[in-house]
């Protein structure tokens, strides 16, 4: 039954699609009848000279406007001029089970981690969970993005390069 009612419904789609063809327009303005006036003779001079006269000029245009780019040195990133390292920390905690419970989980993404002491003046103990040292800003970018999928937001500190 539902088969018999979808196919009325398509055939009368279609024929509605037919109909609304077959109907002439009504908010067009109407055309004007054309009289056709016999063609006149033209002299063939003109239609040559019309021939010969270019119609785009930027062909002459272009190699006047010309426009030379100064001398600028060119950028080469590479890390021969650069003189300090990435490190990607993780973490700082209190408890050094929390720091090597998250060196753990990073290891699990493929990454080198090291847990390390920091002593403030305070007196108090810091566990600082670090990832790196990069070389270069593409590695260091990789390693943040991983960190980014475990829900791990990272703090990028720059280091002299070490030897």
């Given at each position: 039954?539902?088969?018999?009612?979808?196919?009325?419904?398509?055939?009368?789609?279609?024929?509605?699609?037919?109909?609304?063809?077959?109907?002439?327009?009504?908010?067009?303005?109407?055309?004007?009848q054309v009289i056709e006036k016999p063609a006149r003779q033209v002299p063939e001079t003109t239609t040559q000279q019309v021939e010969k006269k270019p119609g785009f000029r930027f062909y002459e245009m272009l190699p006047e406007s010309e426009v030379?780019?100064?001398?600028?040195?060119?950028?080469?990133?590479?890390?021969?001029?650069?003189?300090?390292?990435?490190?990607?920390?993780?973490?700082?905690?209190?408890?050094?089970?929390?720091?090597?419970?998250?060196?753990?989980?990073?290891?699990?993404?493929?990454?080198?981690?090291?847990?390390?002491?920091?002593?403030?003046?305070?007196?108090?103990?810091?566990?600082?969970?670090?990832?790196?040292?990069?070389?270069?800003?593409?590695?260091?970018?990789?390693?943040?993005?991983?960190?980014?999928?475990?829900?791990?937001?990272?703090?990028?500190?720059?280091?002299?390069?070490?030897?």
């Amino acid at each position: 039954m539902k088969w018999i009612l979808s196919l009325a419904t398509v055939g009368g789609f279609i024929g509605f699609i037919v109909y609304l063809n077959s109907i002439p327009p009504s908010d067009a303005p109407q055309q004007q009848q054309v009289i056709e006036k016999p063609a006149r003779q033209v002299p063939e001079t003109t239609t040559q000279q019309v021939e010969k006269k270019p119609g785009f000029r930027f062909y002459e245009m272009l190699p006047e406007s010309e426009v030379i780019p100064p001398k600028v040195e060119e950028y080469t990133p590479g890390p021969t001029k650069q003189d300090f390292d990435y490190l990607v920390q993780s973490g700082s905690f209190r408890s050094k089970e929390d720091a090597e419970r998250q060196r753990a989980q990073i290891a699990f993404q493929g990454l080198r981690a090291a847990v390390q002491r920091i002593e403030l003046d305070s007196g108090s103990v810091w566990y600082r969970v670090n990832v790196g040292p990069f070389k270069s800003r593409s590695q260091m970018n990789s390693a943040i993005d991983k960190l980014v999928s475990i829900n791990i937001q990272p703090l990028i500190r720059k280091i002299p390069k070490q030897g």
